[in-house]
Structures are given as structure tokens and as C-alpha cells.
């Protein structure tokens, strides 16, 4: 059975951090292009950060610079340090492995609010 589950959400000042973490089972995940998506209220589903199971990383232009996406492959875990958050980054996270076939997770509320 495949599952993806993620933590680390929660309320967070602007301007301050959080680190999401996607702990996976059920996969080679080695081989598996793993992302993080999210989804605002009254928005579409957004790429936030995709990393490939070689070296290349994709970011969205609003993310990049203050977000980080990793992953260790011996832990088959996949990251999310997101720095400098602003209000507007406000959605539901979710974790995917895209590639060779598609699956996520439940997703975790990240709310950025004085």
C-alpha cells in the first residue's frame, strides 16, 4: 500500500519558517520524481517544488529564493523548508510522487497570519 503522509504545518508569523516533511512508503521511491503542490482557497492545485531523482529541482517563480525542496532517498523522505513566508502562501501542502506513476498525500494546512 502506498502512502504519503506529511507534517510540519501550522500557523506561522510573516516573515518566519516552517519545514514540511513527507515521510513515503509503498514505492521505489529512489526512482520516483517527488514534488510539493499546494492549494489556496478558491485557487487551483500549483506546482510549489518538484525534485527529480537526479539532481534537477524545479521551483515556482513565487517560491524561489526562499523555499527549499530535498529529499534523502535513504529515509525515502522528501522536505520542504519554507523561509520568508507570506500571507499569500497560505494553502493546503501536499505531498506527490509524479512520476513513473502518480500519488499524493492528504495534505497539511500552512496558515501565515499576524
Known amino acids: 500500500q502506498v502512502q504519503l503522509v506529511e507534517s510540519g504545518g501550522g500557523l506561522v508569523q510573516p516573515g518566519g519558517s516552517l519545514r514540511l516533511s513527507c515521510t513515503v512508503s509503498g514505492i521505489a521511491f529512489r526512482i520516483y520524481v517527488m514534488g510539493w503542490y499546494r492549494q489556496a482557497p478558491g485557487k487551483q492545485r500549483e506546482l510549489v517544488a518538484i525534485?527529480?531523482?537526479?539532481?534537477?529541482?524545479t521551483y515556482a517563480d513565487s517560491v524561489k529564493g526562499r523555499f527549499t525542496i530535498s529529499r534523502d532517498n535513504a529515509k525515502n523522505m522528501v522536505y520542504l523548508q519554507m523561509n520568508s513566508l507570506k500571507p499569500e502562501d497560505t494553502a493546503v501542502y501536499y505531498c506527490?510522487?509524479?512520476?513513473?506513476?502518480?500519488?499524493w498525500g492528504q495534505g497539511t494546512q500552512v496558515t501565515v497570519s499576524s
Open positions: 506527490t510522487a509524479r512520476a513513473p506513476n502518480e500519488y
Open positions: 525534485s527529480g531523482s537526479g539532481s534537477r529541482i
